[in-house]
């Protein structure tokens, strides 16, 4: 007989807890990476070239007829926030961003609503490496363990979920393994294998923070770190996923909506 999935929060305590998770870690994320906090817009002019690449949701604004597109990510016009203030190689801008992806599936791990801490950072091209890329993720997975262990100490009854180690693989090996596979089916199956272990999967100047939520049972991406080194600046930034965080820790059977 299958197990029925018994939630370990009522809805409303997960609420309260989702909070927590926001003021512990905005502060944090912003000392980490020595960044200052900016407003996130929720829509810019369709002609701007400052939305993310993708599929984006138009309308025009009745006033002045001028388009405009949703937010479908923010790290190009983070970037252009580094221009506009100037910001020094070692820091940066972060933002809440909610953002509207109509290519992405709506299932218990992924939403067209994307909540996260997007943030970018300059950085100097004599260190835009895959050892510098590594180590921001290592940086970025501490403060996730950080924020659990904080909702364990005011949640006790919660189990930790996030493993204490951090594997660091790239892309290419993990096909020479498992050549016959997909990228999304090879991670699933390192993943399941290999539960008590995080994965930080590297590609071309980008990364991924992956975990196994046995909730689900299948893979859960909970950050994406990518150095960019296109004019007019450097930088290396990315997203942290609020809600994948939130169902993680908060051992829930979806995202919170």
């Given amino acids: 007989m299958k197990e029925i999935f018994k939630p370990r929060l009522l809805r409303e305590t997960a ?6 998770i926001k003021r512990f870690i905005e502060p944090r994320l912003a000392e980490e990476f020595s960044l200052r906090r900016v407003s996130a ?16 949701v138009r309308f025009r604004l009745p006033g002045t007829g ?3 597109e949703i937010v479908n990510g923010l790290n190009r016009w983070l970037r252009s ?12 801008v972060f933002t809440v961003m909610n953002a509207l992806r109509p290519d992405e599936i709506e299932n218990a791990t992924t939403s067209p609503h994307i909540s996260a801490w997007a943030w970018q950072q300059v ?19 501490r403060l996730l363990c950080e924020t659990e262990d904080m909702i364990i100490s005011i ?29 999304q089916r090879r991670e699933y199956e390192y993943l399941r294998e290999h539960p008590s272990r995080a994965l930080l999967m590297i590609e071309e100047m980008n990364s991924r923070l992956l975990v196994w939520n046995k909730v689900v ?16 600046i450097g930088s290396i ?21």
């Fill in 123 to 141: 950085t100097d091209p004599e260190k835009a490496t895959d050892e510098y890329l590594v180590g921001a993720g290592k940086r970025l997975y």
């Fill in 217 to 232: 049972g299948r893979p859960l991406t909970l950050a994406d770190t990518r150095i960019d080194l296109s004019a007019p």
């Fill in 66 to 68: 001028q388009e405009v």
């Fill in 81 to 92: 926030q580094l221009v506009r203030y100037d910001i020094a190689p070692g820091f940066g």
């Fill in 155 to 183: 949640l006790p009854h919660l189990d930790k979920t996030l493993p204490s180690r951090l594997v660091i693989l790239d892309t290419a090996t993990l096909a020479e393994e498992h050549p016959d596979q997909s990228q």
């Fill in 237 to 257: 930034g990315g997203n942290l996923l609020r809600d994948q965080l939130a169902m993680q820790i908060l051992h829930q059977p979806h995202l919170l909506r």
């Fill in 41 to 56: 817009p929720l829509y810019l002019p369709a002609d701007s070239g400052l939305n993310d690449p993708g599929e984006a």
């Fill in 15 to 20: 609420e309260i807890a989702l909070t927590e």
